[in-house]
């Protein structure tokens, strides 16, 4: 598959197909690096492993209380 290299701003730019973002399971604001090596540039996907458990309950001070929540009826529930 060929592109071409297009102004876009003051900088440049190269349309990635949806074909090609769909292979390599790439979205639109996904992060990518970009690696110059041997003449080629490589464009990496940034892949981040899910958070640790401490990672996502590093904010939380233990002092959350459940409470019920009363939503009302919308038919002929059985109360």
Avoid: H
Avoid at 27 to 37: G, K, P, R, W
Avoid at 52 to 72: K, N, P, Q, V
Wanted: with cysteine; hydrophobic share 40%.
């Amino acid at each position: 598959m060929y592109t071409t290299v297009q102004r876009w701003g003051n900088s440049n730019a190269i349309r990635l197909p949806k074909a090609i973002l769909e292979t390599v399971r790439l979205a639109e604001n996904d992060q990518v690096e970009l690696i110059a090596e041997g003449g080629f540039i490589r464009i990496q996907p940034v892949r981040r492993a899910p958070p640790s458990l401490e990672e996502l309950f590093a904010g939380y001070a233990g002092d959350y209380a459940c409470a019920e929540a009363d939503t009302g009826t919308l038919g002929r529930e059985v109360l």
